[in-house]
């Protein structure tokens, strides 16, 4: 990354003091992540979230829950047989951070999020060559369109995690899946949420001690209008022609949020 890039990103992010309060330097106090969310499967379950979109179509009863709790970790199952009430699709999310039985996180403009978790991808959820979403940042209500996406993707054949900015489909960065898959690994994903080209992200994928991407992007819009909210699941499109869709599952934990303040 040129000092150029990384200065953009660091004041984006708000690793300067001044940058993250929107001060003149020298007025401004030391920013830092400030721990706003931290549930746990066993004891908080789907509380943990705003919602739950868990078959909204009703096109698998029998499948329930397709959304729940396994010891201390998230599961999402997903069947070949599950629709959205999309029928082109599939989607069983969450969405949100709760942190009381009334009260969750909202992510507004000018604001900065980071999210952290470890995930672990089976060889049965596999990367398609239409869309396979596992965590979107979306604007909510029904028919918005997603800000950030981090997508299972066939590239030339070969199965890739990725994540793109989807309104103006920039790539962010992108890796190989299948040395992932299989085992947990570990993903820190962080948002100034910012209009037009005020905005930035910065997706860190890790396997064990070695960090598999460490991709940023500034100067770009991630904002679209009201707030900005966290989705996790499955959601796919049942267009693939790789013959990839089966039964499979994604598992998450060890959920974690902050603001910089």
Sequence with gaps: MSTSRRALLGAALGTTAAAAAGLPAGTAHAASWQLKWSPSASADGLGAFETVEDD???????????????????????????????????????????????????????????????????????????????????????????????????????????????????????????PLQNRWIDVDFQIKVGNGSAGSVRWILKNGATTVVDASRAGVDTFLADRVRPKWGIYRSLGDTSGSLQDCYLLLTKLRGYQLV
């Design 56 to 178: 909204r179509a009703d096109s698998h009863p029998a499948g329930r829950p397709h959304i729940r709790t396994s010891g201390d970790n998230w599961r999402f199952t997903m069947h070949t047989v599950d629709r959205d009430t999309s029928t082109d699709r599939q989607r069983h999310e969450v969405t949100g951070l709760r942190t009381s039985g009334s009260n969750y996180l909202t992510w507004q403009e000018g604001q900065t999020w980071r999210v952290t978790y470890s995930m672990y991808i089976p060889s049965s959820l596999k990367a398609t060559t239409t869309f396979t979403h596992i965590m979107q940042m979306k604007q909510p209500g029904n028919g918005t369109s997603p800000i950030v996406v981090q997508s299972l993707r066939r590239v030339n054949g070969v199965q890739t995690v990725e994540l793109k900015l989807a309104v103006a489909d920039v790539l962010v960065g992108r890796t190989d899946l299948e």
